[in-house]
């Protein structure tokens, strides 16, 4: 009998999870049952992807610059990656701007749909934490995020997980191994490139539970929906962000096709797992261990370009929250403040929402955050803000887990992109759990 492939494993449990929230849904009682006894698995599960996000972003970025053996190529490796994610985002903000200009999916909402959204989530203690923490952030210095870069204590920055710090000192490591004598080097040369077989490998452990944890994941999503008609009401703005999404793969797709002369259906087919894995869990972050053994096993791109385009990427590259965001931004101005619709001020949307995406956390709702700072900056009325948020509100999880994905695509695409550039495009080699497991068993 055939090998059911792991992506149509992930795809049946998501389906499953979908039908059985649903069900839970409409039952006395199911809410609570699925809250206590399934969702706790999902959350193991994103437990054990962050629990190895550290030691594998250090293993693979340490012994990929240690393998580049040329100092050089560092600078040049990092201004490629920087520039290619900064056009991405770009892009993909432009198309969410035209399509929401185009579409116009703010004009004509009854009156009473916008009442009933504000009386529903307008003091909802969800919007009340994201614009307490959007105010946090728009208070901090210009220079702020430049000094937040510089850990003054690795083992804090490890435990909070701070991306960028743990991306900084694994780059400060690598390079210093470089600096020092080969053969002084060659045993911390070694224990991370053992590390990172090790950690791989639990990789592909994890996985095998990828299809009962996304089933998890999918029906405490369901059970959390709990007013379908404000959802139907904003469903013609949620499929104006999915088309847009939609879209944005479209040009990753593309530009696999013209630049590495790969198919674009070979290409989801290798990523797919990590794909449904970043819809599931709604965390660019807490899929990078997945995203890694896809880029590296599965798309063939080199540890060393692997190692230090996709950890960047979970941290600065976030193409499917800047296209939320403009989409959201305009969106929500069409609805309760029509007249700061303005070219100058949809120019000021592009800047800041590029300038926002670097600075989005790879967390669930980071979007909305960042939409407070977008808004902001066009001079939306502050006392309009908890409405604004409260109009997208209802809808922000299942268009959070879409745009995840297309962060995910979009560190990928950009992975191979990099690597074919520098010729580290190789061929695939994938691994299994249990490559090793005769001679140990």
Known sequence: MKKIALHWKIIIGMVLGIIFGFIMNGISGGKVFVAD?????????????KLIAVPLILASLIKGISDLKDISKIKTMGLRTIGVYMVTTIIAIVIG?????????????????????????????????????????????????????????????????????????????????????????????????????????????????APYAVFALLANVIIAFDDIDILIKLLYYALCVVFGLVLMIGVYLLLIRIYTKKSPLWFLSRISPAQLLAFSTSSSAATLPVTMERVEEHLGVDKEVSGFVLPVGA???????SLYQGIAAVFIMQVIWPEGLTFSNQLVIILTALLASIGSAAVPSAGMVMLVIVLESVGFPAELLPIGLAL????????????????VTGDATVSMLVAKSLHKLNTPKPKAWNDHYDTVK
Request: hydrophobic letters at 55%.
């Open 37 to 49: 006894w399934i969702a706790p698995f999902g959350k193991i599960f994103i437990n054990l992807l």
């Open 97 to 209: 701007l035209t399509i929401v200009n185009i579409a116009k999916p703010g004009e004509g909402m009854p009156e009473s749909t916008i009442e009933k959204i504000k009386l529903k989530y307008a003091n909802d203690a969800g919007v009340a934490d994201k614009l307490m923490k959007a105010s946090a952030q728009k208070d901090a210095g210009p220079l702020e995020a430049l000094v937040a870069i510089f850990p003054s204590n690795i083992f804090k920055s490890f435990v909070e997980v701070s991306m960028l710090q743990v991306i900084f000192f694994a780059l400060f490591f690598g390079v210093c191994l470089l600096l020092i004598e080969e053969k002084k080097a060659a045993p911390l040369v070694h224990f991370f490139d053992g590390l990172n077989e090790v950690v791989m490998k639990m990789v592909d452990l994890i996985m095998l539970f």
């Open 315 to 321: 941290t600065v590259n976030m193409d499917g929250t």
């Open 392 to 407: 997208i509100f209802a809808v922000d999880r299942p268009l959070d887990m879409c745009r995840t994905v297309v962060n």
